[in-house]
């Protein structure tokens, strides 16, 4: 975005934040917003701290430089040997768990390879269901090195590789198999537009209508901003009413909240591999516990890692697989998104929180301005129990200001 569409966009956001202001200073009085009384219940499979470390501290170590290059490879066989390891069958041609990725054609019009994504799959044990198919998936490429620098890439995204590997150990050692077939993917390439998903998309095992829900986690070991805040975002349950329904039977891990929020609320472009499935209908959901000031940067090292969060999440990705594998039904693609009152309460935490903790955050005139609007608006939202259209687009134009201005 271009600095003059910037200020457009900003001033039309502080237009429409006066007109709900001055729309709304009739009803002034913000009460605390409703908390949520899910809990996750108890399962003996539950993903801790001590299972998910080690694979973020080798995978973000010196040795495999930011997982580009050799280190790329390195990570690769790494990934390989877990899937092997957990007797998951190889996902691609050959009974291989490699799937090379090539790159644009040379001068000479040779085709060389650019990357590898990584795949194994569970069959499915419902001769029904068998063929259709639940995508979890993790990008494990990084930036690599600048001169001496490492992007070691500790939340982006050895966090979400761990939970990955986690996730697949478990399933695969299951006493008994999911009824559909499971299938785990590490993608290269993601730091490249995409690329490595952009490419299995393309080039799936069976056809893409096959496959029923997909999932990918990227950084999931940090907090949004830096903020004291115990949250995982969890986007695109908007677009599947079952896929809703059940990240809800799964509750919130120990410790951490989930917050549901419109995949638009963080823009049209696609910031992580949910992008081509989401361009083909496919039902979905990303994880991510947010940007941070560590983002791509050489300071995103293992040793920042909140590894509870990794291991909450990790837990609860589990279920949820579990839980879609084994339902009657698939999840199925709507384009009719209602509004939902659940962002406007993770909205409403973060505002708050960034009017309180200045360290991280210091706020000119102006955001403090728009952010306080935002906070007594979705107090009101909240306090009324309903959430209009026209108050939804004034919440994405809030977001991406955040996204823009203050992240
Ligand atoms: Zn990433």
Known sequence: ??????????????????????????????????????????????????????????????????????????????????????????????????????????????KYVMGRNIGGLIPGSDPELRNEYIIISAHYDHLGERGDKIFAGADDNASGVSMLLEVSERMANAAVAPRRSVVFVAFDLEEHMLWGSRWFAAHTPWPIEQVKFFLTADMIGRSLGNLSLPTVFVMGSEHATLVKAALDRAGEPEGLEVARLGIDLIGPVPRSDYGPFRERKVPFLFFSTGEHPDYHTPRDTPDRIEYNKVAGVSSLILDLTGDIANSDEAPVWTDDVTPDLEEVRALNRITTLLLQDNEEHPLNNFQRFVISGAQTKTNQIIERGDVTSFERTYLISVTQMLMLSVF
């Open 1 to 110: 975005m271009s600095r003059r569409q910037i200020q457009q966009h900003l001033l039309l956001l502080a237009t429409a934040t006066c007109a709900l202001l001055l729309a709304s200073l009739q009803n002034l009085s913000a009460e605390s917003p409703a908390t949520k009384s899910t809990t996750r219940p108890a399962t003996a499979q539950r993903i801790l701290e001590d299972d998910v470390r080690p694979h973020v501290e080798y995978l973000a170590s010196p040795e495999l430089r930011g997982r580009s290059g050799y280190g790329s490879i390195l990570a690769a066989k790494y990934i390989r040997d877990h899937f092997e390891k957990c007797g998951l069958k190889p996902l691609f041609e050959g009974e291989s768990y490699f799937q090379p990725i090539p790159g644009p054609a040379r001068e000479d019009q040779k």
